[in-house]
C-alpha cells in the first residue's frame, strides 16, 4: 500500500500577515486528513529572512486537536544545532500529547548562518548529530539512570527523564543527500528520508548502498519508506506547470541562495524549471501525469510514503485546496491509501 502525506508550508514571505497563514494551515490540514492523507511534517530553519518561519514543534502542538490519526513529522530538525537533552523532553512531550503520533525527522543542516547563529562549526555537524541521537536514545531508553561519554555530548549519571509514548522510540526518519548520510540513516535503523530534488537516476543509485547498510547493521527496511517531492495538482498539466514555474521557481532559487544545491548531488534547480520543462523530480501535472510518476517512483525505489509540498511561499490558499483534494480524490484510493 501507497501513502501519501502533506509538507505543511511554514515558510511565507516577510510581508504576510501570520495570523492568516495560519489559519489557512488549519484548513488545509482538515482537508488532508478528510481526504486520507496520513502524514503532516513540518520544516525547521532559522534566519530565514526576508522570508518568515514558523517553528515546526510549536506548529505541530497546534495542529494535535485538528489531525486525527495523522503521523505529525518534524522534517526536518537540524540536530546538530540543537541541546539533545532539551529536544528529547519536547519531543517525548509531543508524542504524548498527540497520542503516540510522532515520527521524529532529522538531518544535518548546511547554512553557514544557522551554524554561526548556534555557535557550532559547520565542520562539527557529523560528529555532533551522532552524538545527539546516543544522548536521545539513551534517554529515552533509560528506566533509570543513565550516561553517555562523546566528544561533544558528555553526561555521567543522570536520572531519566520524560520517556516517550511509543517505546522504544517515535519512528525516526533521517534526511541524506550524500552517500555517507545515506549509510547513516541505515545505521540509525531509521527510514531515509529522501531528498526532495534528487533526481531518480541519483536515488536508484543510492539505493543499493541504503539496503546494503541496513543488512550490515542487521536492519530491515522500514515499514514506512517515505519520499519527499514537490508536487501540485491541476485539471490539466499545464495549468500545474504553470503553478510551479511561478511558485516553485521563487522556493528554488531561496534553496540556492542558501546553498543547497552544493550538498545535493544530482539535485533538479531552479535552471531546469519552465512550463516546457517540469523535470519528473517534480510530481506536477494533472492526476494522471502524477499518477504515473507515483508509481515509477514505487516501482523503481520501492518506497510506499509520499511527503507531498503543495504550497510554496506565496502560492493562494484556494489553489493548494484544490490540489490536496485531488490527491484525495485520485491518488489516495487509486493506490490503496
Known amino acids: 500500500m501507497t501513502t501519501f502525506g502533506m509538507y505543511v508550508e511554514n515558510l511565507h514571505p516577510g510581508e504576510d500577515d501570520l495570523t492568516v497563514r495560519v489559519a489557512e494551515h488549519r484548513e488545509q490540514i482538515e482537508l488532508a486528513r478528510d481526504v486520507g492523507l496520513t502524514s503532516l511534517v513540518f520544516g525547521h530553519h532559522l534566519l530565514t529572512d526576508p522570508i518568515q518561519m514558523i517553528a515546526p514543534l510549536s506548529h ?3 495542529v494535535i486537536d485538528i489531525s486525527g490519526d495523522m503521523l505529525l513529522c518534524t522534517g526536518v530538525l537540524l540536530l546538530p544545532l540543537l541541546n539533545p537533552v532539551l529536544l528529547a523532553e519536547e519531543l517525548a512531550s509531543i508524542d504524548w500529547l498527540s497520542g503516540g503520533r510522532l515520527v521524529v525527522g532529522v538531518g544535518l543542516g548546511y547554512r553557514p548562518e544557522e551554524f554561526e547563529a548556534a555557535g557550532v562549526e559547520v565542520n562539527q555537524r557529523v560528529g ?3 552524538e545527539a541521537l546516543d544522548v536521545m536514545m539513551a534517554m529515552w531508553s533509560s528506566d533509570g539512570r543513565w550516561s553517555t561519554d562523546g566528544k561533544w555530548f558528555s553526561y555521567h549519571d543522570l536520572p531519566g527523564g520524560l520517556r516517550p509514548k511509543q517505546r522504544p522510540h ?3 526518519w533521517v ?3 550524500v552517500d555517507n548520510a545515506v ?3 541505515a545505521r540509525w535503523d531509521g527510514a531515509w528520508y529522501i531528498n526532495p530534488r534528487a533526481a531518480l537516476s541519483t536515488l536508484q543509485r543510492q539505493l543499493p548502498i541504503y539496503e546494503e547498510a541496513l543488512a550490515e547493521h542487521g536492519h530491515q527496511r522500514p515499514a514506512i519508506f517515505p519520499i519527499r517531492r514537490e508536487a501540485f495538482l491541476a485539471k490539466t498539466d499545464q495549468e500545474a506547470k504553470s503553478m510551479a514555474v511561478r511558485y516553485l521557481t521563487k522556493q528554488l532559487e531561496l534553496y540556492k541562495g542558501w546553498g543547497q544545491y552544493e550538498v545535493t548531488p544530482g539535485s533538479d534547480g531552479p535552471s531546469k524549471l519552465t512550463e516546457e520543462n517540469v523535470p519528473d523530480t517534480y510530481l506536477v501535472g494533472s ?3 502524477v499518477a504515473d510518476l507515483v508509481a515509477t517512483y514505487v516501482e523503481e525505489l520501492g518506497v510506499n510514503h509520499f511527503v507531498l509540498r503543495m504550497q510554496w511561499p506565496g502560492t493562494p490558499h484556494a489553489e493548494v485546496m484544490k490540489s490536496i483534494e485531488m490527491v484525495g480524490e485520485r491518488l489516495v ?3 490503496g491509501g
Open 128 to 130: 555532533r548529530f551522532n
Open 183 to 185: 549509510r547513516r540513516a
Open 287 to 289: 492526476p494522471e501525469r
Open 170 to 172: 517515535p519512528l525516526l
Open 175 to 177: 534526511a541524506a543527500d
Open 60 to 62: 505541530i502542538a497546534s
Open 333 to 335: 484510493g487509486a493506490f
